[in-house]
């Protein structure tokens, strides 16, 4: 079944992968797989809800809450909790 005619004009392009990593790209999905990702991506979050995000943070690790814990809950990084609670 042949994909919709896509708004912007799709070029081929090339990508160095070994055969290991083509065999795993192709089993997520390939080519629609990664557009799909792309196309998805959600923006970078803004100052507001950083300062949300921080505030929940400490209020988190205030309450007796492991920094891992913490880091996932909030899917962020060990190293940007410890940021945080500077």
Not at 2 to 10: G, H, N, S, T, V
Not at 13 to 19: A, E, G, N, P, T
Not at 52 to 69: A, F, Q, S
């Amino acid at each position: 079944m042949p994909r919709p005619k896509p708004q912007e004009e799709i070029k081929p392009r090339c990508v160095r992968l070994s055969d290991k990593q083509w065999i795993k790209f192709k089993t997520i999905g390939g080519s629609e797989w990664l557009r799909t990702t792309l196309d998805g991506r959600v923006t970078r979050p803004t100052t507001a809800e950083k300062t949300e995000r921080n505030r929940r943070v400490r209020i988190d690790r205030i309450t007796g809450m492991l920094i891992n814990d913490i880091a996932a809950k909030h899917n962020i990084s060990w190293r940007t909790v410890l940021r945080i609670l500077k």
